[in-house]
């Protein structure tokens, strides 16, 4: 069964990633995934061009395909959004949009262990040329170093209880699949905690993908680049899935604002998802949109 991503709160980000109709204009796309939210803008801005980046070759390829009666006006970049930025010219862009969540094709088609439902190798890599992956963290990384990444980037209460498990696991055998890594986990934590509201390996598995991937440290450099590679009076959204993500990108607008007043804070509060599409779309719940705008 092929999954299509739903692009959150689409009809806040067109509200606020606002483009001029009547001009030419460029929209970077930094996580266009299978190309949900670009979609939206391509149908929206006849005259709209569109850059999309995507790591992921594989989740990228449905993405061309999506957009080939396009011709031009979709051009898939296949790097990091942070490299791109770093190294693209200044003030080309009409827009900016990051959309810093995990595609659906991630967890039910990707058979790279992102889900703790799932029975696949530990993997987690979006560049699947990278060296590190899921399973080298949880079988070479030293039990202080392991907890310390669960704690950090799953803030998992029980991390240490669960690092210390897993390395004691792994000297019987080498943990190699995500259902493997989850029932490790379930069987370490408070019975109460094992059947509570989340699945107790959820904070474990985000930490691991975020430290393979590592996904928080490319946001600040990210969107320091795209507040220079957007034009005066252009915007940057950013839609965030956790806290971690959120502070990070809180925090730098703020301090963006307060250094150099050289950005216009227009979402003094981060703009969260409608009631309705929360029930039509349960992964949503969690996501925030943050937007400035340049001056």
Not at 254 to 266: A, H, M, N, Q
Request: contains cysteine; glycine residues 4%.
């Amino acid at each position: 069964m092929e999954f299509l991503h739903y692009p959150v709160m689409h009809k806040e980000v067109l509200e606020n990633l606002t483009i001029d109709k009547d001009a030419d204009s460029l929209l970077i796309d930094c996580t266009t995934g299978e190309g949900g939210h670009t979609k939206l803008f391509l149908d929206t801005y006849p005259r709209l061009k569109v850059i999309g980046l995507d790591r992921d070759k594989e989740i990228q390829k449905k993405a061309i395909e999506r957009f080939r009666d396009y011709g031009d006006r979709f051009t898939p970049v296949n790097t990091w959004f942070n490299d791109y930025l770093e190294e693209a010219d200044s003030e080309i862009a009409d827009a900016i949009l990051f959309d810093l969540g995990i595609s659906i094709f991630h967890y039910e088609e990707s058979e790279r262990g992102f889900s703790f439902r799932k029975d696949e190798r530990l993997d987690m890599r979006l560049d699947e040329n990278q060296s590190l992956s899921a399973e080298t963290v949880v079988n070479e990384y030293s039990e202080e170093a392991l907890a310390d990444c669960i704690y950090k980037f799953g803030e998992e209460r029980y991390s240490r209880r669960i690092a210390r498990t897993i390395v004691e696991k792994r000297k019987e055998a080498p943990i190699e699949s995500s259902s493997e890594l989850a029932s490790i986990i379930a069987s370490c934590v408070p019975r109460e905690y094992r059947y509570g509201r989340i699945h107790p390996a959820t904070r474990t598995f985000q930490a691991l993908r975020i430290e393979v991937n590592k996904e928080l440290d490319r946001i600040s450099p990210a969107l320091e680049n795209a507040l220079r590679v957007v034009k005066k009076g252009g915007r940057v959204a950013v839609i965030t899935f956790h806290s971690l993500e959120d502070r990070i990108v809180k925090w730098y607008f703020k301090d963006r604002y307060e250094k150099y007043g050289d950005i216009k804070i227009l979402t003094k509060k981060p703009i969260v998802p409608t009631d309705e599409e929360c029930e039509e779309n349960a992964p949503s719940r969690s996501a925030k949109l943050r937007v400035v705008e340049k001056i």
